[in-house]
Antibody, heavy 121, light 106 residues
Framework: QVTLKESGPALVKPTQTLTLTCTFSGFSLNTNGMRMSWIRQPPGKALEWLARIDWDDDKFYSTSLKTRVTVSKDTSRNQVVLTMTNMDPVDTATYFC?????????????WGQGTLVTVSS | DIQMTQSPSALSASVGDRVTITCRASQSVSNWLAWYQRKPGKAPKLLLYMASNLQSGVPSRFIGSGFGTEFTLTISSLQPDDFATYYCQQYSSHPYSFGQGTKLEI
């Protein structure tokens, strides 16, 4: 059974750095072709893709956020970590981690439940 | 970056109706396109990938088509459980991008 769960602070102050952890089970990020992404959704707005990390440690980032976002993995702990610097109230959103297996050509088949992060002083 | 535009942004329909949602890409994404269903408080659910491939467990009333820059999601006969927001996503090239969503209301 595949599960993903995001964890991290629910509230951060402007200018602070956000660190979110995705802990997953039921698959391995060591598997050839496996990828994982972070996506967010501000309240009342559309989904926004943030970053991707692959089984071979390749990484890809949103153009608008690439100077602020870093993604990393710890395969021994089945975790993927998203770091976003210089947080702003516009970054208030529900943040999701998600799995992208090559078996379905890289679409997202499993999502975490999401974690709401509010940026406010 | 590739921009994805969905239309309409909102749609009112009734149980049993046939509805179609359109997704247009600002440049060709070949058939690297997925459709997701999002309900309040729940994670998005994959409906179709590679534009027309039905994800396992998804009812056959969800039909995807298109190639290049224009795609459609058709629900052949709306069921009560289908009222939700639908998103398209291109994964042809980075950065990946989503459409702005289509809210399907009763």
């Amino acid at each position: 059974q595949v599960t993903l769960k995001e964890s991290g602070p629910a509230l951060v102050k402007p200018t602070q750095t956000l660190t979110l952890t995705c802990t997953f089970s039921g698959f391995s990020l060591n598997t050839n072709g496996m990828r994982m992404s972070w996506i967010r959704q501000p309240p009342g707005k559309a989904l926004e893709w943030l970053a991707r990390i692959d089984w071979d440690d390749d990484k890809f980032y949103s153009t608008s956020l690439k100077t602020r976002v870093t993604v990393s993995k710890d395969t021994s702990r089945n975790q993927v970590v998203l770091t976003m610097t210089n947080m702003d109230p516009v970054d208030t959103a529900t943040y999701f981690c998600a799995r992208m297996p090559m078996a379905i050509a890289g679409a997202i088949d499993y999502w975490g439940q999401g974690t709401l992060v509010t940026v406010s002083s | 970056d590739i921009q994805m535009t969905q239309s309409p942004s909102a749609l009112s329909a009734s149980v049993g109706d046939r509805v179609t949602i359109t997704c247009r890409a600002s440049q060709s994404v070949s058939n690297w396109l997925a459709w997701y269903q999002r309900k309040p408080g729940k994670a998005p659910k994959l409906l179709l990938y590679m534009a027309s491939n039905l994800q396992s467990g998804v009812p056959s009333r969800f039909i995807g088509s298109g190639f290049g820059t224009e795609f459609t999601l058709t629900i052949s006969s709306l069921q009560p459980d289908d009222f939700a927001t639908y998103y398209c996503q291109q994964y042809s090239s980075h950065p990946y991008s989503f459409g702005q969503g289509t809210k399907l209301e009763i």
